[in-house]
Nanobody, 124 residues
Framework: QLQASGGGLVQAGGSLRLSCAAS????????MGWFRQAPGKEREFVAA????????YYADSVKGRFTISRDNAKNTVYLQMSSLRPEDTAVYYC???????????????????WGQGTQVTVSS
């Protein structure tokens, strides 16, 4: 199970940190991803991390502004978002997939476990 939290309303240029608490299994062999979905748009890949190695991957639109990380002791994945823009406004979801190759990480269909989503709104 995944529980996402940390969303809210922030002004452009501000920062937020999202959390995804994982439970119910060992996630060491998993890839953890963050996706977002704006109204009327497809769900899109934001970032991913291999839990065991800590290797990270980012969408071009957030590279340099967002940082994904994990805390093994807390079984939690984070998405630190900085320099937020109005176009970052969306519902953000965390997701998990077992042993995912890099080329498949950006597809929502590659993930079989999803959190409930948390709203991020960036005002201009």
């Amino acid at each position: 199970q995944l529980q996402a939290s940390g969303g809210g309303l922030v002004q452009a240029g501000g920062s937020l940190r999202l959390s995804c608490a994982a439970s119910g299994r060992t996630f060491s062999d998993y890839v953890m991803g963050w996706f977002r979905q704006a109204p009327g748009k497809e769900r899109e890949f934001v970032a991913a991390i291999r839990w065991s190695a800590g290797t990270t991957y980012y969408a071009d639109s957030v590279k340099g502004r967002f940082t994904i990380s994990r805390d093994n002791a807390k079984n939690t994945v984070y998405l630190q978002m900085s320099s937020l823009r109005p176009e970052d406004t969306a519902v953000y979801y965390c997701a998990a997939a077992l042993r995912l190759i890099v080329s498949m990480m950006r597809f929502p269909s590659s993930y079989n476990t999803w959190g409930q989503g948390t709203q991020v709104t960036v005002s201009s």
